[in-house]
């Protein structure tokens, strides 16, 4: 496999590119699908306004979130700051880059929030699903050594096949991956029924949260903080949290 799908002279299309791109178009198609069927007041335009402005801050985010817990390496090596086609990508960074920004916009819009984010949510979900097979093309975000039948040895010149050279390792991006793809047609389905605004969008860190838990054990890359992994920390922060907000205003009742 390959990090480059082709190459005309200097220009280079790469799958980590490719899927960021993608997720974007395919989730501000599905938003504007659930804005129009909602009767939300905004328009085609505010909404791809809107993807685009999370992306930006959700890669801004999750790129200082990813330094922040790697300075050791970052401040002798600066330049490699901006190279974010080397991987090093947090997506709890990206969330929170992500959700500041879309806050923000909304704040100047006559859209509920709520209601709003509930749109998003599914769509935030199948673009962690483009991302993990962008990941898994680029070999990064990668597993520990395995002797398991569906262990992958990647290339040299990925991440993963430099720290583990010919050794086979844990596809957790495509562990990740499938988790998420059953949480997006879960938070999918959810819209179509009736509940309280907020609940799809706190039902989506919950069901992210605990997949992430799920599959960090076998990360070989992982950030930590302290004795603890940090994707555990964070996981377990959102989980209470938006957990608690479900619980607390019963999110899952009838819309009165």
């Not at 069927?37 to 992306?55: A, C, H, Q, S, Y």
């Not at 992500?98 to 673009?127: C, K, Q």
Request: hydrophobic letters at 55%.
């Amino acid at each position: 496999m390959s990090p480059v799908i082709f190459e005309i002279g200097p220009f280079a299309l790469r799958w980590y590119g490719l899927m960021y791109v993608a997720a974007v178009l395919a989730g501000v198609w599905l938003v504007k699908r659930e804005a129009v069927r909602k009767g939300m007041p905004i328009t085609p335009d505010e909404v791809m306004n809107f993807g685009l402005l999370v992306m930006f801050a959700g890669i801004l985010g999750g790129r200082i979130y990813y330094v922040l817990f790697n300075w050791d390496f970052y401040r002798t090596a600066l330049w490699e700051v901006f190279a974010v086609w080397h991987g090093g990508l947090a997506i709890h960074g990206g969330l929170i880059g992500g959700v500041l920004a879309g806050y923000l916009y909304l704040r100047n819009h006559a859209v509920s929030t709520w209601e709003f984010a509930d749109a998003v949510a599914p769509a935030i979900m199948l673009g962690q699903v483009f991302g993990r097979f962008g990941n898994f093309m680029n070999g990064d975000a990668h597993g520990v050594p395995t002797s398991m039948p569906w262990g992958v040895e990647f290339p040299m010149t990925s991440i993963a096949g430099r720290e583990f050279p010919g050794q086979a390792t844990h596809p957790v991006m495509i562990y990740e991956l499938l988790l998420n793809l059953v949480w997006f047609f879960i938070l999918r389905r959810l819209r179509l029924t009736n509940h309280k605004p907020g609940f799809i969008f706190c039902l989506y860190f919950v069901l992210y949260s605990f997949g992430r838990a799920a599959v960090s054990g076998f990360r070989a890359d992982s950030l930590w903080f302290g004795p603890l992994r940090a994707a555990y920390l964070a996981s377990a922060v959102l989980i209470l949290v938006f957990g608690a907000i479900i619980v607390r205003w019963r999110m899952w009742e009838r819309e009165e």
